[in-house]
């Protein structure tokens, strides 16, 4: 079936500093969403990325979904303690399914 | 208020016992899903349905059995069979097929022992 790897698998930040997780895929995908998971939560989806190329931003937060639609990415600039959560991409099908990758557990030291 | 419910949050079974996880959406959403997630593995997809009625294995879907006999339900069943059944297990709903979100419920940690 279809894999998603997504790294890093840990990241530990200073406040302040920028933090990027990167998700790839060895077949070209229809669309990727991405999740945030506060500690002792569920995921939350962020945004969907369909678009060869596309970048959105929310706020501190820029995505990106590359050219070949095999790889996104997920950008926080200038990271809070409120960044603190395990971020999933998450590969679409036409039908609806999603694959997740294994996730990227961020860290903030105030 | 619109959501998913999933009881209880806290489950605990002795092991050879069969137990049924309860997902329900007032969302009016077509789709729904169960995944499990294990530390540093992800989400992983057991069961999913796209309308009542129906459902479709996913990658992990062996040890365990799904219903859709309602819209806004659908319970999983961990049977005796699942070899490793403590987890922590998320239901979602989704408007329908195709790329949509995917809405989370508040998940059950089931411990078997």
């Known amino acids: 079936g279809q894999q998603v790897m997504q790294i890093p698998q840990y990241q530990h930040v200073q406040e302040g500093e920028d933090f990027t997780t990167y998700c790839n895929s060895s077949t070209t995908l229809s669309n990727i969403q991405w999740y945030k998971q506060r500690p002792g939560g569920h995921p939350v989806f962020l945004i969907q990325?369909?678009?060869?190329?596309e970048v959105k931003k929310q706020k501190r937060l820029t995505f990106q979904f590359g050219e070949a639609k095999k790889n996104s990415s997920l950008h926080i600039t200038a990271t809070q303690t409120t960044d603190v959560g395990t971020y999933f991409c998450?590969?679409?099908?036409?039908?609806?399914?999603?694959?997740f990758g294994q996730g990227t557990i961020l860290t903030v030291h105030p | 208020d619109g959501g998913i419910t999933q009881s209880p949050k806290y489950l605990f079974r002795k092991e050879g016992q069969n137990v049924t996880l309860s997902c329900e959406q007032n969302l009016n959403h077509d789709a729904m899903y169960w995944y499990r997630q294990d530390p540093g593995q992800g989400l992983r997809l057991i069961y999913y349905?796209?309308?009542?009625?129906?459902?479709q294995k996913g990658d992990i879907a062996e040890g365990y059995s799904v219903s859709r006999e309602k819209k806004e339900s659908f319970p999983l069943t961990v049977t005796s069979a699942q070899k490793n059944p403590t987890a922590f297990y998320l239901c979602a709903s989704s408007a329908g097929q195709g790329a949509y979100e995917q809405y989370f419920g508040p998940g059950t940690r089931l411990t078997v022992t």
């Open positions: 349905s796209q309308i009542v009625n129906d459902f």
């Open positions: 990325l369909v678009k060869s190329g």
């Open positions: 998450a590969a679409g099908t036409s039908y609806g399914k999603l694959t």
